[in-house]
């Protein structure tokens, strides 16, 4: 089983509609939560973090279950331009040092 | 620049041929990482070095993989013998915090993409 598990999707839907991911983990010991956006072809950039209180920005809300061990991620009022993969990470502090573990991404797409 | 900076952007290889990938990230930032993005797959964790050390390549795939940064800055990824498993996206991160002080945000470089034909 992967260390973190997502959906690969692909999600196609109409702009203006919420659409909603989830993420599975599987190390209990896991400390610190992101999703990433990818754009086709380029580099992964930090979309926003991940807290057990669930925190919002703009049309995009992150939720964490420490307990069920997964994170969702919600886009209400979809954009064209919010086309792109959604990878989900994972951090542990093993013996002093990060490991950041990515999830395989879901891919999503956004027709007009 | 101001961003991570990677080098060559495209390689194509001959299978057992050595290949180095040359890495330079943010100025002043402390941690820095290696992964490997096949396509249609999330990046994998190859090596992470704080400064000059390198205290985890537990991702290395094969001994054929091989990392440094010697002077706390540039870091090379070779690869000796390459085989055609080998081809993929290998993206560099950086970031400023060290150990332990892990905000999340890794500022990736644009990666170098590996066939091997």
Redesign the interface.
């Known amino acids: 089983r992967k260390e973190?598990e997502?959906d690969?999707g692909p999600f196609n839907v109409p702009e203006g509609a919420t659409v909603a991911f989830n993420c599975t983990y599987s190390n209990s010991a896991s400390q610190?939560f992101?999703w990433y956006r990818q754009d086709c072809r380029?580099?992964?950039?930090?979309l926003m973090?991940v807290y057990s209180s669930g925190n919002e920005d703009g049309r995009f809300t992150a939720q964490l279950n420490r307990a069920s061990q997964y994170i969702s991620l919600l886009i209400r009022d979809s954009k064209l331009s919010d086309s792109a993969t959604y990878?989900c990470?994972v951090?542990s502090?093993?013996q002093?040092?990060?490991?950041?573990?990515?999830?395989?991404?879901t891919r999503l797409t956004i027709n007009p | 620049g101001a961003g991570v900076s990677q080098s060559p952007r495209y390689k194509v290889a001959k299978r057992g041929q050595d290949v180095a990938l040359r890495c330079d990230p943010i100025s002043g930032h402390v941690?820095l990482?290696w992964?490997q993005q096949a396509l249609?797959?999330?990046?994998?964790?190859l090596t992470?070095f704080?400064n000059e050390a390198q205290?985890?390549k537990s991702g290395l795939p094969s001994d054929r993989f091989f990392a440094e940064r010697p002077e706390g800055s540039v870091s090379t990824l070779k690869i000796q013998r390459t085989q055609q498993e080998d081809s993929a996206v290998y993206?560099c991160a950086s970031s400023l915090a060290g150990?332990?002080l892990?905000?999340?945000?890794?500022f990736?470089?644009?990666?170098s993409r590996l066939t091997v034909l």
Not at chain 2, 40 to 45: S, V
Request: aromatic content about 16%.
């Open positions: 973190v997502q690969p610190s992101f380029k580099e992964p950039k930090l973090s990878l990470v951090t502090l093993i002093g040092a990060q490991k950041l573990v990515f999830g395989q991404g | 941690s990482f992964y249609g797959q999330g990046p994998e964790f992470y704080q205290l985890d993206l150990r332990g892990f905000t999340g945000e890794l990736f470089g644009e990666g």
